[in-house]
């Protein structure tokens, strides 16, 4: 008997990355489309897994925030959303009614927190959390194999962290419109380009802008470990491609935990295991829970 086929999608805010796979090493097509505006989007999603089907099942990573109770009227739907236009969006209603089959949905950094758990980084950890550092920030956790939800999805790019000396010498504001100093308003690409003018990997090794980004997300990372103590933490994302950043995150993690934790940061703190596979996996995670 052959396996089931699942369709993949990968809702981000600049592009949907849409894929038909098998399993993790099974990937059998891929695409992506543009993120312009649902009418124009969600068709083009929908017409491009039908036309790869049919289909078992599907999964949905994406960006949010968005409602992940299937219990809840507006399951599937984006909710309120800067992304002009698609606030309150039905991601997973089209899908259903064009290709007929179950529909698994989560964020993107939860579905990338299940794939790095499944077939990752995180492979036999009790606890796995991912970020990512990017144009914005979140963070997802799988506990025990499952999913972290309370009444939404976690919102852990909007963590407070310890203001950095730096930041309160120049009196930074943050970029974050709903909090000004959170982890996203601090430590986010747009935070580093708001304040140097250039992206981290841009700045010279010896600029305070490394010691200074480093240090908020070693502040997410021993605030994640107080909650957790999960046996990985996946940092992904634009702002982690920089050079030497991660081993920075463990050293000042290191320093802020001060030998406490039963994790080490220099062992806990990775970067993804699936590489920029996180997240259409993530949704292959996604489309077989679905499914079973
Ligand atoms: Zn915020």
Same mark, same amino acid.
């Given at each position: ?6 369709g ?31 009418? *124009? ?11 790869h ?13 968005v ?12 909710l ?16 259903v ?11 993107d950094?939860? $579905? ?51 203001? #950095?000396?730096a930041?309160? $010498? ?8 709903? #909090? ?20 981290l ?8 802008? #490394? ?7 070693? #502040? ?27 081993e ?13 934790f039963?994790?080490?940061?220099? *062992? ?19 489309? *077989?829970?679905?499914?079973?």
């Amino acid at each position: 008997m052959s396996k089931p086929l699942y369709g993949l999608v990968e809702a981000g805010g600049t592009k949907f990355v849409l894929g038909v796979a098998r399993g993790p090493d099974e990937i059998v097509a891929t695409t992506r489309i543009a993120t312009t505006t649902p009418a *124009e989007t969600i068709p083009a999603m929908c017409d491009w897994l039908a036309g790869h089907g049919p289909l078992a099942a599907v999964g949905v990573a994406t960006f949010g925030p968005v409602e992940v109770d299937r219990c809840a009227p507006l399951w599937g739907h984006i909710l309120a959303t800067p992304k002009a236009g698609w606030s309150n969006t039905d991601l997973v209603g089209p899908l259903v009614a064009r290709l007929g089959c179950p529909v698994g949905l989560d964020t993107d950094v939860t $579905a990338a927190a299940l794939a790095e758990y499944r077939w990752g980084a995180g492979q036999g950890q009790p606890a796995v959390l991912y970020f990512t550092i990017g144009t914005g920030i979140g963070g997802g956790a799988v506990i025990g194999g499952n999913p972290l939800a309370g009444v939404s999805h976690p919102e852990m790019g909007h963590m407070r962290p310890l203001l #950095h000396p730096a930041d309160v $010498a120049s009196g930074f504001a943050g970029v974050c419109p709903f #909090h000004g100093t959170c982890l996203e308003g601090l430590a986010s690409g747009p935070a580093v380009l708001a304040r140097y003018g250039l992206s981290l990997s841009d700045l010279p090794q010896d600029h305070e802008g #490394h010691a200074v980004i480093a240090s908020y997300i070693a #502040h997410a990372v021993v605030t994640a470990q107080a909650m957790f103590e999960p046996g990985r933490i996946v940092l992904g994302g634009g702002v982690m491609a920089t050079p030497g950043l991660i081993e920075r995150v463990r050293a000042e993690a290191e320093t802020l935990g001060n030998g406490y934790f039963r994790g080490k940061a220099s *062992e806990i703190v990775v970067l993804p295991g699936l590489g920029d596979r996180s997240g259409l996996l993530g949704a292959l995670a996604l489309a *077989e829970a679905a499914l079973s």
